[in-house]
């Protein structure tokens, strides 16, 4: 896997953590909004 | 006389904080999505996947920043601080564990088409590993020791020890034989060997990730203080001092707030 391929996988990654924290800081999580 | 700093503890402040942070955030983050994957060039030598960099160092820097803040926090708790600070910090750990994994998920996806491994036993990676860990350490502890002063105390020194790794980590590359590169910007010369739309590019992320990053910790912070306004949480010289001999119902109704707080 080389050149854009690398890139779409690091960059699907990036989305996926980013979706994580914006979804708990707007209280998506049951734990989120209780600690 | 109205103070010089907004008030973080009104929760009207910190709402219309989060709103600013979240739309520069969002505005920046498009622009360096369009700077890092169209305007900037590819590398010489390593192609598309130098791109992956515009992910990599700005997870990594925006890591650190809240390990310091983590660190401020950690402090405050030490000193006396009370939920303000340990709120600060929880928010800021999950922000470090969550930048610091992925600024490794990036660096071993490069390091795959770049070095040809995922991983290697090299001083940046391996010290880099020890310092998520105890990020992760610091939110577990977090959790378990509840809202108890003694619990955020423990936590406030995992925090501490996590915060002295990090120049650990930074100076890694130059204090042993690493097949990392050394710091591109932030060296002793302060002239960047980069191309300029490259570094524009970057520096784009690196602001867009702080006001992320920025964002999340507001948000998070207004999640666990109280949706009314309160007065500031006592530090030690504040709460080593006498109480007041007059009291009233307004009085009384503030300790039974705190007392449910703690």
Redesign the interface.
Known sequence: ????G??A???A??GL??L???L????GTRG??H? | MRPALPDLHQPATRRRGERVLGVAAGISGLAALVLGLLVAPPDAVQGQAQRLMYVHVPAAWTGFLAVAVVAVASVAVLLGGGRFWSSLGRGAGELAVGMLALAYAEGSTWGHAAWGVWWTWDPRLVTTAVLLLTCVGYVATGTLGGDSRGGARRTALVGLLAAAEVPVVHLSVLWWRSIHQPPTLLRPSLSAPIDPTMLLALLVAVVAFTLAGAWYVARRLDQQLPATAEAPEPVAAVAEAPAPVVGGPERHAEEHVEEVLQ
């Open positions: 896997m080389t050149g854009w690398v890139v996988l690091g960059y990654v990036a953590v980013w994580t924290l914006v708990r800081a707007r209280g989120a909004r600690r």
